[in-house]
């Protein structure tokens, strides 16, 4: 069984930092792109950073300058590090990736949510 495992939400004042953890798990291979996205309370889930095993990143204009992607190709693990933390980045945090899932071919997988609540 595939598994992404999030870890680092919680509760922080606007202006503080958090990093995001996501590690995959199990008969998963080729893992290519991992990537976050969000959903705040009322909206759709959005894009907030990508990236390739290569290396590549891309990020929400919402994020850009603040917020830093970076992945571990050996231990399949991808990083959020969340800085100038804003209220509107108050949201449940989900990892995802994309790779090969062993007996399923190339498969999207989807990590439980992590909540960030940014408040004062």
Known sequence: QV???ESGGGLVQPGGSLRL????????FSINPM????????KERELVARITSGGSTNYADSVKGRFTI??????????????SLKLEDTAVYYCN????VLGSGYREVWGQ????TVSS
């Open 70 to 83: 970076s992945r571990d190709n050996a231990k399949n693990t991808v990083y959020l590090q969340m800085n």
């Open 35 to 42: 990537a976050w996205y969000r959903q705040a309370p009322g």
């Open 3 to 5: 598994q992404l495992v």
């Open 97 to 100: 990736a994309r790779g090969l």
């Open 113 to 116: 949510g992590t909540l960030v």
């Open 21 to 28: 953890s996501c590690a995959a798990s199990g008969s998963i």
